[in-house]
């Protein structure tokens, strides 16, 4: 029991996505009982069980699945009749996310992005920061941001995206930040914004349509101008609006 604590202390201080199972309660003939303990990996690894057979297995399953959206969750399990175990009790499974925070993918290291990934990290995002400069992080100081330089089509290509994804477009240039609207636009996501002015993103707009025959319906779920509008002027302003959005977005997701 006490290797399970000491998996789950490394869990939350690492960040590492991962679900706990509890058995809260059982009835009948059952492998185990309330207050066993599993704990499941990306990976679909374990530590500790709640039981093996059939049980175990489709335990893992749903928590794999339970990492991309972060939300807790119990199940009930007739052993018999759902899992075809011979047990025949019953066992009620609860699941909770661990260390499953939202992704926010920033394109763009300069001023705005570099504030956005300090805001991101206190408030509940796991910020990974993409410029292609070379350079552009050496004198980032910045607990639990991850930074990559490199080409963006490379490093979206080489992504994970989910229903758990944040987005946010804010490259040093307006090709660069077409560039990675259109890339990004077929993948699953949460939220996905871009920086720019009215003229910039009508421009964008025009050119999506008609040159790369994006749908109006892609373009409608994108944030463009990004953030929440308010008289914001310095970089760091910005971030507020575009991170006060996110939250509004991950907060609103959470209740429907």
Same mark, same amino acid.
Do not use: H
């Given at each position: 029991m006490q290797e399970i604590f000491n998996d789950l202390k *490394?869990? /939350?201080e690492q960040g590492i996505p991962a679900v706990l199972c509890v058995v809260t309660e059982t009835t009948g003939s059952t492998p185990r009982k309330a207050g066993s303990k599993m704990l499941v990996f990306q990976d679909g690894t374990i530590k500790g069980t709640i039981g093996g057979g059939n049980i175990e297995f489709q335990a893992i399953q749903d928590a794999v699945k339970s990492i991309s959206s972060g939300e807790?969750? *119990?199940r009930h399990f007739h052993l018999e009749d759902d899992l075809k175990m011979q047990c025949g009790g019953d066992m009620q499974v609860y699941f909770e996310p661990i260390g499953?925070?939202? #992704?926010?993918y920033i394109f763009g290291g300069g001023h705005i992005g570099k504030a956005l990934a300090g805001y991101a990290t206190g408030l509940g995002f796991r910020p990974f920061v993409f410029d292609q400069r =070379?350079? /552009?992080f050496d004198a980032w100081s910045l607990p639990g941001v991850e930074t990559q330089n490199g080409d963006f089509l490379p490093i979206i290509d080489s992504l994970p995206f989910d229903s758990n994804t944040y987005i946010a477009i804010v490259t040093h240039r307006h090709d660069f930040d077409e560039t990675v609207l259109l890339a990004c636009l077929p993948h699953e996501y949460a939220y996905l914004g871009m920086i720019g002015s009215k003229r910039k993103v009508a =421009? /964008?707009? #025009?050119?999506a349509l008609e040159i790369h025959h994006i749908t109006e319906s892609q373009l409608k #779920?994108?944030?463009?101008? /990004?953030g929440i509008p308010f008289a914001a002027e310095t970089p760091p302003e910005i971030a507020i609006s575009i991170i006060a959005k996110m939250i509004d977005v991950k907060n609103t997701v959470k209740k429907s």
């Open positions: *490394t869990v /939350i807790s969750f *119990t499953c925070l939202p #992704k926010l =070379e350079g /552009i =421009e /964008i707009r #025009k050119n #779920k994108v944030d463009m101008p /990004i």
